[in-house]
């Protein structure tokens, strides 16, 4: 496919915040923010996928962490256990 993409300009929103759901057709996922004086997510974004995309996506992550890692250094475990990523749910 040699096809020209050509993207508008898009905002880009911060989410410290993720949720995700599934069941038999199709994955949601919901990215907000939450605030440490504020227990309640507030959610600002739904992207909802196939399973196929889905794991596409998860598959383009992974080779993405590869290499920041590769280049910037390993994301300490103790970051993702015990820092923002505690705020990340699946449903």
């Not at 898009?10 to 440490?36: K, P, R, S």
């Not at 196929?52 to 080779?63: E, M, P, Q, S, T």
Request: hydrophobic fraction near 40%; glycine fraction near 8%; aromatic fraction near 16%.
């Amino acid at each position: 496919m040699n096809e020209k993409m050509t993207m508008k300009r898009v905002d880009g929103v911060y989410a410290n915040y993720l949720q995700i759901g599934q069941n038999g057709f199709e994955f949601l996922f919901d990215f907000g923010q939450v605030y440490l004086e504020d227990d309640d997510a507030q959610f600002h974004t739904r992207i909802i996928s196939t399973p196929v995309y889905a794991k596409a996506f998860f598959k383009v992550l992974g080779d993405c962490l590869e290499r920041y890692e590769h280049s910037f250094g390993i994301i300490p475990e103790e970051l993702i256990s015990n820092g923002p990523a505690d705020n990340w749910w699946m449903t």
